[in-house]
């Protein structure tokens, strides 16, 4: 069996994937902060809910410790929890947006490691953003360009060099960062842009079920890997 934790994974994109995921016959440990929204989001599907708020180092370690109790390894996770960060810019914005989206990542990480490296094929993939590409923001003709984010685009580059970092300390372990494509989300509905979850969903299924010789350190989308 494969055991895969999701964060973040009660809606959107983070709920397609786990959904996907468990079709595809994993044990799918759904993670999200609420408990009720959590449970009913786990029990529609046929996962496992487990509490996990990724800003709280108490409760990382404790929904890890509860998924290694349970099955004694962790295959793969999935850092999918994070905020969109629109709000003001100033000093305690940018402490939320960091904290969750990229501060959140180590978290996770270095409690699932342990678990992790009793998998004979560890996946990690992070949920990050073009937006977060250097590439991006300066080409016009790309949309990320015109996107005004700049606490939401700077944590997103600090989730994809998080993942790179974590690839070459931890070369036994896959480590990816995936750019989902543009998606109709509670994040972007002030926009009115995006395809559903469940399209986005694929690339980070993709990613999450690789062969034991597949790629690590990279940021990529469906098309293949990104510069950034």
Do not use: C
């Not at 999200?32 to 108490?58: C, M, N, Q, S, Y």
């Not at 080409?139 to 070459?168: G, I, W």
């Amino acid at each position: 069996m494969t055991i895969t934790l999701i964060t973040g994974a009660n809606k959107g994109i983070g709920f397609e994937t786990a959904r996907q995921l468990r079709d595809l016959g994993h044990v799918v440990y759904l993670g999200a902060r609420d408990a009720d929204r959590g449970e009913k989001a786990a029990a529609a599907i046929g996962a496992r809910f487990v509490r996990l708020d990724v800003t709280d180092d108490a409760s990382a370690n404790d929904a890890l410790a509860t998924i290694g109790s349970a099955e004694g390894q962790l295959d793969v996770l999935v850092h999918n929890a994070g905020i969109l960060a629109d709000g003001p810019l100033d000093g305690p914005s940018a402490l939320r947006a960091f904290d969750t989206n990229a501060v959140g990542i180590v978290r996770v990480t270095e409690a699932a490691l342990p678990l992790l490296r009793k998998s004979s094929n560890p996946t990690v993939v992070t949920v990050s953003s073009s937006a977060g590409s250097f590439w991006a923001v300066n080409n016009p003709d790309r949309p990320e360009f015109h996107l005004p984010l700049a606490l939401y685009s700077a944590s997103k580059a600090a989730a994809t060099m998080l993942t790179v970092q974590y690839a070459k300390s931890q070369p036994g372990i896959k480590f990816n960062a995936v750019e989902p494509g543009t998606t109709a989300t509670d994040m972007t509905a002030a926009f009115g842009i995006g395809r559903p979850p469940a399209e986005s969903a694929k690339v980070v299924v993709h990613l999450a079920t690789l062969d034991p010789d597949g790629p690590t350190g990279t940021f990529r989308d469906e098309n293949g890997e990104l510069a950034w």
